[in-house]
């Protein structure tokens, strides 16, 4: 409970709970992920890969939430360990686009089963109208942040 006037009531706070929804949904989703030899940017990664194949390090970094730096020693590992492939050199620029291997594409499916029954227990108290409102919400939110980013 806030004592002043100064500062964030964390007890209301819609943007305390949703980081503190945000960090338990990450912990559920390392703890699935951890027998499968896989962190959550890993398996963000190899999903973001599956879905738009052919993604540079900068982007893969910036839809997984990492540095640019991270999601670099990431792929190398990656690459290393036969779930993706990059060209030896880049055909334009510095870009060396990604791609799920199949061994990639057979640890993801396990992977994003994990993931799914996270989401679905996560999801268990809510109606499907409770969980339309809470997507409809949560985009209505990230936009708006956004928009205020671009009109800086």
């Given at each position: 409970?806030?004592?002043?006037?100064?500062?964030?009531?964390?007890?209301?706070?819609?943007?305390?709970?949703?980081?503190?929804?945000?960090?338990?949904?990450?912990?559920?989703?390392?703890e699935?992920?951890?027998?499968?030899?896989?962190?959550?940017?890993?398996?963000?990664?190899?999903e973001?890969l599956?879905?738009?194949?052919?993604?540079?390090?900068?982007?893969?970094?910036?839809?997984?939430?990492?540095?640019?730096?991270?999601?670099?020693?990431?792929?190398?590992?990656?690459?290393?360990?036969?779930?993706?492939t990059?060209?030896?050199?880049?055909?334009?620029?510095?870009?060396?686009?990604?791609?799920?291997?199949?061994r990639?594409?057979?640890?993801?499916?396990?992977?994003?089963?994990?993931?799914?029954?996270?989401?679905?227990?996560m999801?268990?108290?809510?109606?499907?109208?409770?969980?339309?409102?809470?997507?409809?919400?949560?985009q209505?939110?990230?936009?708006?942040?956004?928009?205020?980013d671009?009109?800086a």
């Amino acid at each position: 409970m806030k004592q002043d006037g100064a500062g964030v009531d964390l007890e209301t706070s819609l943007g305390y709970l949703l980081k503190e929804a945000s960090s338990v949904l990450r912990s559920a989703m390392e703890e699935v992920l951890r027998p499968l030899g896989m962190s959550v940017t890993h398996y963000s990664c190899l999903e973001l890969l599956a879905q738009r194949p052919g993604l540079s390090n900068s982007e893969l970094a910036r839809g997984a939430f990492v540095t640019r730096q991270s999601m670099n020693v990431l792929l190398q590992n990656l690459e290393r360990e036969g779930y993706v492939t990059r060209p030896a050199e880049a055909a334009v620029g510095k870009v060396l686009p990604a791609r799920l291997t199949p061994r990639g594409r057979r640890s993801l499916e396990k992977a994003s089963a994990a993931v799914r029954s996270v989401e679905v227990r996560m999801l268990s108290g809510m109606t499907e109208t409770e969980q339309s409102d809470a997507f409809r919400s949560l985009q209505s939110m990230i936009r708006s942040l956004r928009d205020d980013d671009d009109g800086a």
